[in-house]
């Protein structure tokens, strides 16, 4: 693990949750850091959300702290507000920093009360613990319905040193494109003032977090945060600079990834390209389109290679092809040629189709060089135990 | 059952499906019909919608019968255009009535070549077989993955007669609000011209099928056709025809709540009613949000009361509200209040929950007076293991 510098990090049970296990985090930069945020564009937004954004703009981007609490996502709530601000207060006052440098995030269920009295009480608990070393245990305590936790890092060599950079990600369902789905942290001992980090960070979580879909569902807690705090001394431009947007990009594909295949119920994770399209846009649309359908998403659950769904889901996209122009691979193996149905063995397919990693290819040949990357999972009946019961 | 005059229906089994149930349907009105239909918006038709598009073109709206398969979409196949061509030709020679005066209408698996040899074999048993008494037949012959037909009737008086209305509808899976989804098929005895009949069918299509949504999927074959063969003599004009669209509109949201009921693994059928948008565009918008969302249809399949799912999709459905002017109740039972939760008794709910028929709704306070409607079912295991494995 290559945690970057600066940076400190603990877990504790506080009770929010029924199941004893960490439910309350806190990830604390030395410094305050620069950082940048994407949120959900739902309308029905969580207070930690509203705060998050509200703080990011008063403290000019700058962050000291994250508190982050599972189990209940302080959303539709009558003490929504006070109770994420009182969190923010305590957590300020406990470490000595201004109140606008903490970020609220939550995540859980919506509409029930967070009694703020769990978190004040167990928040100096969580400070003494805080350690460079339990990165690991922020990203257990962060988790709801996910079966594992999801991490990724990076280094990026600059001059004779070198950038670090970690990211840990929670989710597993109402996973949607669109707007840093779920809550994600990604901490960096870069020098990068928040001014450049945000659109770096728009633009990467377009090419990741926007690109993953698990049930089409978009959350009220949405959140990902990027901290630079400039512990390495390192200030990278030019290309440089370039190289630690790739790696950004790269380390925020593999968290997104790791949700789709920690997807709720998932038993295969479905990575879908499309190419061949007039623009990305038009790509992204027909992606988009393929990894949301529910008929695709059983067929590839039962190993059934019925790229007809597929073709079906491409057509309702909104995007224009002509059909007979469209060829569709599974795991490799042609199965539509031009629009129309190309010799495979079924057999072979299925058990091909029967692996954990699937992938769809859905070219258009002769229209352009669009093209998209999406991921998403297989729709099995764990989703629904899952889903059912829920709240209860 | 009040069946209109003039038709006549037949249905046998052609071998189209593996299982030995009638798969091929004819109706045929004694005299030809005015007539308007509404086709699937994907951009993937079968060749049987492009066919039935053209004839209805070259007709000037004038049909005498429509043949339906079940068993094959006849969509994406090499054969496609040949094979329904082939299929109006025979039928029209056999009847003795132009080729343009016959519909094709198929639906099944996509992808897989139809034999044409096995419905020109078995259109003349068909033909012979023809009754004016076997509208049943052929409802039961058009299913495919749907448990139980689908029928409803009206009676429209006007002066000292009545025009019968009779409609089918078939559909459980790949089922999503916009254009006239599935097949369906009313036929009437009314004196009413094909400029007329048209914008009148879309307009109750709008109200109805357009508000139903099994799971998000779209299908490459759905049409409805209205004839009207005039054989009752009567012409409905001014309030008359008024009556005449209010009985149609109602037996099409008869037939779109009989698919939601019967929807792929469907236990319950919902009903959610929004009601205080700005307009009815927007309460649409917000109710198909939430007939889509794989979450609150869990939720529903577990009789679990998390009104935070529903209050979430309506959030990232694209219409403008403040979520602290929202009631939502379920069955009755108010259990989210000027957007936070309201206080109701969880076991007492769970069990009105357990009921076959759930009704879900979402009240904006203070906005304005659209409203809308809209059909879905509960999300359960029998979805998946329907659609795991319907190919092959």
Chains 1, 2 share one sequence.
């Not at 769990?118 to 996910?146: C, N």
């Not at 594909?253 to 038009?282: F, M, N």
């Not at 999406?374 to 829920?390: E, M, P, Q, V």
Request: aromatic letters at 4%; glycine letters at 8%; one cysteine or more.
């Amino acid at each position: 693990m290559l945690l970057p510098l600066g940076y400190r990090y603990a877990s504790t049970y506080a009770g929010i949750r029924k199941a004893k296990k960490d439910d309350l985090s806190l990830i604390v930069s030395d410094t305050p850091a620069s950082s940048a945020a994407v949120f959900t564009t739902n309308l029905v937004q969580a207070a930690p959300v509203r705060l998050s954004k509200a703080h990011l703009r008063s403290s000019k981007g700058k962050t000291s702290a994250i508190v982050i609490n599972a189990g209940n996502a302080n959303c539709a709530t009558r003490t929504g507000e006070a109770v994420s601000l009182e969190t923010c207060r305590v957590a300020a006052a406990k470490l000595g920093i201004p109140v606008n440098q903490v970020l609220p995030a939550s995540t859980g269920v919506i509409g029930v009360e967070l009694p703020v009295a769990k978190i004040t009480k167990a928040l100096p608990r969580v400070i003494k613990g805080l350690s460079a070393s339990r990165f690991q245990d922020v990203a257990d305590a962060i988790m709801t319905t996910d079966l594992v936790p999801k991490t990724a890092f990076a280094e990026v060599a600059i001059g004779n040193g070198s950038i670090k950079m970690a990211g840990m990600t929670k989710g597993s369902g109402m996973i949607h494109p669109n707007m840093a789905t779920t809550l994600a942290f990604v901490m960096t001992d870069a020098v990068i003032p928040s001014s450049v980090l945000q659109p770096m960070l728009s633009a990467a979580t377009e090419l990741s977090f926007n690109r993953l879909s698990v049930d089409g569902d978009q959350s009220t807690n949405d959140m990902l945060v990027l901290l630079a705090n400039g512990a390495s001394a390192l200030k990278p431009s030019g290309d440089d600079l370039d190289l630690f947007s790739s790696a950004l990009i790269l380390l925020l594909q593999d968290l997104a990834a790791q949700i789709a295949k920690d997807g709720e119920g998932a038993q295969k994770r479905v990575t879908i390209d499309v190419s061949g399209a007039a623009s990305d846009e038009e790509a992204s649309r027909i992606a988009r389109a393929i990894a949301n359908s529910p008929l695709v998403k059983t067929a590839i659950a039962g190993s059934d290679p019925n790229w007809g769904r597929i073709l079906s889901a491409a057509g309702y996209s909104g995007s224009k092809f002509d059909p007979s122009k469209v060829d569709i691979a599974l795991q490799g193996v042609q199965v539509c040629s031009a629009g129309l149905a190309a010799p495979f063995s079924e057999k072979a397919l299925k058990k091909k189709l029967d692996e954990t990693e699937c992938l769809i290819e859905f070219n258009i040949k002769g229209r352009g060089k669009g093209k998209s990357r999406f991921w998403t999972c297989d729709l099995t009946k764990g989703y629904i135990d899952i889903n059912a019961s829920y709240r209860t």
